[in-house]
């Protein structure tokens, strides 16, 4: 028994130390995660529809105003009228699903514990938008120029301004997720800016000569144009550059410009060039008359030989 006992009070071995580790468990990271997909939704898609209707009924308008006063006096209302045509045709094909591309950005992140990662997205981009634009925004520029009698040689400067202002945010769009986005921006940047000073700083110079009316309507109607203008950088750095806004919001932003560009001026335009004897403008010649036969000279085979 006291062997036993013995056996049963002798101390039970203690287990062997095991390594252990102090780093923490690594996550698991797989590269490359689903795409995001920035598209048009409902809200966009009515923004096109409702801009298609505006336009649409603002044409017959302007048509029917221009209908109203002689040709020669119809300068106004023709401009107009081509540049809510084009808006329509074009907001008709944006709105059933023309015009429309996706442009592929990489943003590449990287970590400092685990492996770095990618994100692709997809945004939708409503290239047609860029040809109603590029016909558009020359008629409203030249329509400022009659109105303020505004230089030819500044008009030209600012239409070029505006084309390189267009071209370079869609180039930047283009681009992919890289500096030369920005690149790009900061030149539309400078385009708008210098469109500005054409139409703000020797518009107001030319119109200085017009009388009072005309002056203070040039002033008012220049400056919500170009304060409206800003909007389109702004939606293009939001939106497809930096992908911090939305298609949906981004189209309300540029439907929004569009509408007062070419629908809301163009009626305040034509309304006081009616009302107003000092803004009305008055072409004859070839605008009026076409070509005459007033001097001419006429020789024929008889005479010739």
């Known amino acids: 028994m006291i062997e036993s006992f013995v056996k049963?009070?002798?101390?039970?071995?203690?287990?062997?130390?095991?390594?252990?580790?102090s780093v923490a468990p690594i996550p698991t990271v797989v590269p490359g995660?689903?795409?995001?997909?920035?598209?048009?939704?409902?809200?966009?898609?009515?923004?096109?529809?409702?801009?298609?209707v505006l336009m649409g009924i603002s044409s017959l308008v302007f048509y029917v105003l221009g209908a109203r006063v002689p040709i020669s006096k119809r300068v106004f209302h023709t401009l107009i009228s081509?540049?809510?045509?084009?808006?329509?045709?074009?907001?008709?094909?944006?709105?059933t699903g023309e015009g429309m591309d996706f442009k592929l950005d990489t943003i590449k992140e990287h970590n400092k514990h685990v492996p770095n990662t990618s994100q692709d997205y997809y945004r939708q981009v409503l290239w047609l938008r860029y040809v109603l634009?590029?016909?558009t925004e020359p008629l409203g520029l030249i329509s400022l120029s009659l109105l303020g009698g505004l230089p030819g040689a500044h008009l030209l400067v600012a239409i070029a301004a505006d084309y390189v202002m267009l071209g370079s945010g869609l180039l930047g769009i283009y681009a992919?997720?890289?500096?030369?986005r920005w690149v790009w921006f900061t030149i539309s940047a400078i385009g708008y800016l210098t469109t500005v000073y054409h139409i703000s700083v020797h518009g107001a110079r030319a119109a200085?000569?017009?009388?009072?009316?005309?002056?203070?309507?040039?002033?008012?109607?220049?400056?919500?144009?170009?304060?409206?203008?800003?909007?389109?950088?702004?939606?293009?750095a939001a939106g497809p550059l930096s992908l911090k806004v939305n298609v949906d919001v981004e189209t309300i932003l540029l439907a929004i410009y569009d509408i007062f560009s070419q629908g809301i001026i163009g009626y305040w335009l034509l309304l006081a060039h009616d009302a107003?004897?000092?803004?009305?403008?008055?072409?004859?010649?070839?605008?009026?008359?076409?070509?005459?036969?007033?001097?001419?000279i006429r020789i024929s085979e008889e005479d010739g030989a």
């Not at 049963?8 to 580790?21: H, I, N």
């Not at 081509?82 to 709105?95: G, K, R």
């Not at 005309?214 to 304060?227: D, E, H, K, P, Q």
């Open 208 to 236: 200085s000569n017009k009388d009072s009316q005309t002056r203070r309507f040039f002033g008012t109607i220049s400056g919500v144009l170009l304060f409206v203008k800003i909007l389109y950088p702004v939606a293009l």
């Open 8 to 21: 049963q009070t002798q101390p039970l071995p203690w287990p062997e130390p095991t390594p252990t580790s």
């Open 82 to 95: 081509l540049a809510t045509t084009i808006s329509f045709i074009v907001y008709l094909a944006l709105a």
């Open 33 to 52: 995660s689903d795409p995001i997909f920035q598209t048009l939704h409902d809200t966009g898609k009515r923004t096109l529809w409702v801009v298609t």
């Open 276 to 296: 107003s004897p000092g803004i009305t403008l008055n072409v004859d010649g070839f605008w009026s008359h076409g070509i005459g036969n007033e001097g001419a």
């Open 133 to 135: 634009w590029f016909l």
């Open 176 to 180: 992919g997720h890289t500096s030369r």
